[in-house]
Structures are given as C-alpha cells and as structure tokens.
C-alpha cells in the first residue's frame, strides 16, 4: 500500500500531461506525478512510524 501513489500518480499526471500538451506535457505530467507519489509515500511511512510509537 505504501507504493501505490507512485505509479497512480504517475499514470493521471502523463495522462493530464498529454490531454494538455501531447508528448511534451506526457513527460511532464508524469514527471511531477512520480515527485507527488514519492512525497505521499514518505508522508505515509512517516505516519506509519509515529503511529507504532
């Protein structure tokens, strides 16, 4: 579960890139994508680790 923003997000942001700017906005779009899931990963393992405190 920890994973799963990254590839989610990846996918709708190369998916909005390209509905916006074609393949320009694609690499774009899952560029920021990919920078989304990586911070909600951490922000869950982080809340993960407080919680088992």
Not at 1 to 16: A, Q, R, T, V, Y
Not at 31 to 50: H, K
Request: charge should be positive; include cysteine.
């Amino acid at each position: 579960m920890g994973c799963l923003p990254l590839p989610l997000f990846m996918l709708m942001g190369f998916g909005i890139g390209y509905a916006i700017d074609s393949r320009t906005g694609a690499v774009w779009g899952g560029g920021i994508g990919l920078v989304i899931g990586l911070v909600l990963t951490a922000l869950l393992v982080r809340a993960m680790r407080r919680s088992n405190r």
